[in-house]
């Protein structure tokens, strides 16, 4: 079945360090791949996004390539800042049908200090 | 235009007793659906609906149940409560059914069983 796999957390860096978080993902056909933020308290937000092979999503400095290849989609930032600190989950929609069913990772907890 | 309502933010059961949970979607939008989060099993998702027509469910007992009315607002009501079922209950809306397309979040409903 489809299934997504994240590194394990917490990730804690300094703030201006540079941040991957790996996320890879088994999946039948061409699945669409998405980050999502969770602050504290907070529902989910949508990060990015990427609905094809070789895509780059991109937004608040944050960028993931859809490599499928490597079945990956890892999340970069080059320079973090503390107001990053959250819960990031990388998710995939299956291709295909009418439906948009999200899977989860388990999440990372990003911890940046100053 | 406004985010996905719901409502209530906070509830507070014992066990045995029932729920139902609100989910306002954003105008226009005609799909709803639900996702339980635990810090043991994560973000699961447990149904869908579009155009008032349930499209898929997750793997949860018949005690989880869902519906959704002619203006796209959905619920969804729990039965016989068990401690298990405290969670954050998480509804996301998207504008059509496709596993390309964005799903936003509310801010969830927080259900605690004692």
Redo the contacts between chains.
Sequence with gaps: GNSVTQMEGPVTLSEEAFLTINCTYTATGYPSLFWYVQYPGEGLQLLLKATKADDKGSNKGFEATYRKETTSFHLEKGSVQVSDSAVYFCALSAYGGATNKLIFGTGTLLAVQP | KAG?TQTPRYLIKTRGQQVTLSCSPISGHR?V?W?QQTPGQ??Q?LF?Y?SETQ??K?NFPGRFSGRQFSNSRSEMNVSTLELGDSALY?C?S?SV????????????TRLTVL
Excluded: C, H, K
Excluded at chain 2, 97 to 108: E, H, I, L, V
């Design positions: 996905v799909s659906s996702y994560g973000l998702f869908e579009f499209r898929n997750g998480l996301a998207s059914a496709g596993s390309t397309d964005t799903q936003y979040f509310g801010p969830g």
